[in-house]
């Protein structure tokens, strides 16, 4: 592999470089003119990289934008709470899979129940028990991956078949997999697992990367061919370019390298943090390799549904409810505190990436549930941005990254990880 990074650190160098302000403008204007995103502009701001403006002026609790996700990923430690689909992370099943399979993953460590209990999580993993009121909490049919896994399931045909076109032909561990080698695979996923899960995001880009240069240059060849255009040198330059407008929705996210960015965690000092940065990087650098012998060819908060279950249950008429409690109470006791917990993961939107933060923000990005509460329609794994507060054509939309209930001094500190001082208008104010 050392020598195939050798032979193209050009291509490479080219591929890590980061875009010229020209290359962002021109990129985020077409990106916002083909999906129709009226009303904003990303353009450079006078003291911190780029920032999305408003365009025209949106009334208090407008919809700013919704931002489709390039890539995502569910956090590893967050699969045994919530089976949910692999392309857009809703929650999939039922209630009844949804408790079940967590009662029953957790009871693989060694829970605490009898047997008659057991049996009862396994009849409802397999849907053979019934919850009472369950059918108000419907969920989606949970689809098989097409290339038979068995570790990522979907909520339709069409999840399914876009994850499997995007990223997961190359990801996917079943017979059907694309992969170069199942075995190869399972390493860099276990190794990312035992280190970081972000690789496995970082995988997903990559091999995203990598299937939609397949799919220009397979375009182009057929052009190709109708042309009779055999010049290879030509051709060579020709496939760089397409491997380049295939990274470009990635690149145009560029802010600085992972192991330079990363926060210091808490229990390394500040005196060690130049060789905590050696180790992170070396850590990436093994996922890569361990990621390049899988896929490299020749040539690239929400809420739970099971959390509105169980309040839905608390809030029946008394007598109902203790009918009914009988039933549901065992597995919520059984569930313990963590009886409602999310999908957690980590995306990639492209240009939610792009807004600044303020802790007197005028935009907030929503969760799921919070949109469907509000009446909004809620798309495949969207992020949904509205104004707070009126926002006049020009000014920069902001965001806030924290909990802006926080005083200054936790704000501040929260921010220190994403490597700035905040001076907005209420910082300054409480500073003074
Ligand atoms: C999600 S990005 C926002 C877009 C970014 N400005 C860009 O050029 O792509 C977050 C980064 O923007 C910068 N940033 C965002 N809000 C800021 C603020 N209020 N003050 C200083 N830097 C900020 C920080 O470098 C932060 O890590």
């Known amino acids: 592999m050392e020598v195939v990074d050798a032979q193209f650190s050009h291509q490479i160098s080219l591929l890590l470089e980061p875009p010229s302000p020209l290359q962002v403008k021109e990129y985020f204007h077409e990106l916002t003119t083909t999906k129709h995103l009226h009303g904003i502009q990303v353009k450079p701001t006078n003291h911190y990289g780029k920032g999305v403006y ?26 045994i709470d919530c089976l949910v689909c692999g392309c857009c992370f809703r929650f999939i099943g039922s209630i009844e899979i949804q408790i079940g399979r967590k009662l029953y993953l957790q009871g693989l460590g060694g829970g605490p129940h009898d047997d008659c209990f057991n049996e009862k999580v396994e009849l409802l993993m397999h849907q053979r028990l019934e919850l009472p009121h369950s059918k108000k909490f419907p969920l989606p049919e949970v689809i098989n991956c097409p290339g038979g896994c068995k570790e990522v399931y979907y909520c339709s045909k069409y999840c ?36 970081n899960d972000i690789f496995i995001l970082a995988a997903k880009a990559i091999s995203c990367t990598i299937l939609k ?16 255009n055999h010049l290879s040198d030509v051709l060579g330059n020709h496939n760089f370019s ?18 330079d960015c990363i926060a210091l965690p808490d229990d390394v000092d500040v005196s060690d943090e130049a060789s905590f940065r050696m180790q992170i990087r070396q850590l990436a650098f093994e996922s890569l390799e361990l990621l390049k012998a899988a896929i490299l060819d020749e040539e690239c908060l929400p809420s739970s549904p099971v959390e509105d279950y169980f309040l839905y249950v608390d809030d029946l008429p008394e007598a109902e409810k203790k009918e009914v409690d009988e039933i549901t109470q065992p597995f919520l006791d059984a569930l313990g505190e963590d009886y409602s917990v ?3 993961g980590t995306a990639f939107y492209p240009i939610q990436s792009c807004m600044n933060h303020s802790c007197c923000p005028n935009a907030k990005a929503f969760k799921r549930e919070e949109i469907i509460i509000k009446q909004r329609e809620d798309k495949d794994g969207q992020a949904t941005i509205l104004a707070c507060k009126p926002i006049k054509k020009g000014e920069e939309i902001t965001i806030s990254y924290i909990d802006e209930d926080l005083d200054l001094e936790e704000r501040q500190a929260l921010l220190a990880d994403y490597g700035f001082i905040c001076k907005c208008a209420r910082c300054v104010e409480e500073d003074a």
Not at 54 to 79: R, T
Not at 165 to 192: E, R, V, W
Not at 242 to 259: F, I, N, Q, T
Request: aromatic letters at 8%; charged letters at 30%.
């Open 342 to 344: 999310c999908c957690q």
């Open 242 to 259: 397409l491997l380049l407008k295939a990274w470009k929705p990635l690149s145009m996210g560029y802010k600085r390298r992972w192991w």
């Open 160 to 195: 399914a078949q876009a994850d499997w076109d995007s990223c997961h032909s190359l990801l996917c561990t079943g017979d059907g997999s694309k992969s170069i080698s199942n075995k190869a695979l399972s390493k860099f996923i276990q190794h990312a697992n035992e280190t």
């Open 213 to 228: 240069y397949r799919k220009l240059k397979a375009a182009c060849d057929k052009e190709n061919q109708k042309e009779k």
């Open 54 to 79: 408003a365009d025209i002026d949106f009334e208090e609790e407008e919809l700013v934008l919704k931002d489709q996700m390039l890539v995502g990923m569910q956090h590893s430690s967050n699969k």
